[in-house]
T-cell receptor
Framework: AQKITQTQPGMFVQEKEAVTLDCTYD???????LFWYKQPSSGEMIFLIY??????QNATEGRYSLNFQKARKSANLVISASQLGDSAMYFC??????????????FGKGTMLLVSP | ETGVTQSPTHLIKTRGQQVTLRCSSQSGHNTVSWYQQALGQGPQFIFQYYREEENGRGNFPPRFSGLQFPNYSSELNVNALELDDSALYLC??????????????FGPGTRLTVL
């Protein structure tokens, strides 16, 4: 089963509008972390926002907020007031502890966001 | 700028050759992870080092190997290159011991093409 599912291959939004990028995850561990990264065409993965499974409030970082619905196992990224520079690939990722004691990131397949003027 | 650098930026090799990719982590970041990102896919975890010892490995064959050095630099070595090894290789460093809240900061990647 996929650990991270991003069902939207591509999204279009007009400048200054808000957009929601969907992410659902699958884990049986009560302790996990959820991350969103942005990858422009240059290739570098840019960290945007983090949400811990025990965090009571939804995470926010500037124009980015995470709509965390634990019972639904969803962690959607909301970008408010889109800008042309937001056009990029967006990846949802999860960290969960493994039996070996370490953890690493598992990524979804990504959503391509295009912002038009 | 994450402070993570990778070299080279691009590389072209032929099948059967060996390649070494390099990464320089942020100072103080004791954990480095390597990922392979095929075209149109999300990054796939290759392996991870903490203080010069491998402490995690993804589903990659032994011809993928690595090293981490005390000066926060690391290497990914791939032997007997195959066409499917063509991908963007990303290095990521993090300050902690890869706990669930430990944020990884990525370098710009090395794009490897195998002909």
């Amino acid at each position: 089963a996929q650990k991270i599912t991003q069902t939207q291959p591509g999204m279009f939004v007009q400048e200054k509008e808000a957009v929601t990028l969907d992410c659902t995850y699958d884990t049986s561990d009560p302790s996990y972390g959820l991350f969103w990264y942005k990858q422009p065409s240059s290739g570098e993965m840019i960290f945007l926002i983090y949400q811990g499974s025990y965090d009571q409030q939804n995470a926010t970082e500037g124009r980015y907020s995470l709509n965390f619905q634990k019972a639904r196992k969803s962690a959607n990224l909301v970008i408010s007031a889109s800008q042309l520079g937001d056009s990029a690939m967006y990846f949802c990722a999860m960290r969960e502890p493994l039996s070996s004691g370490y953890s690493t990131l598992t990524f979804g397949k990504g959503t391509m966001l295009l912002v038009s003027p | 700028e994450t402070g993570v650098t990778q070299s080279p930026t691009h590389l072209i090799k032929t099948r059967g050759q060996q390649v070494t990719l390099r990464c320089s982590s942020q100072s103080g970041h004791n954990t480095v992870s390597w990922y392979q990102q095929a075209l149109g896919q999300g990054p796939q975890f290759i392996f991870q080092y903490y203080r010069e010892e491998e402490n995690g490995r993804g589903n990659f064959p032994p011809r993928f190997s690595g090293l981490q050095f005390p000066n926060y630099s690391s290497e990914l070595n791939v032997n007997a290159l195959e066409l499917d090894d063509s991908a963007l290789y990303l290095c990521a460093s993090s300050p902690g011991t890869s706990g669930i809240s430990d944020t990884q900061y990525f370098g710009p990647g090395t794009r490897l093409t195998v002909l």
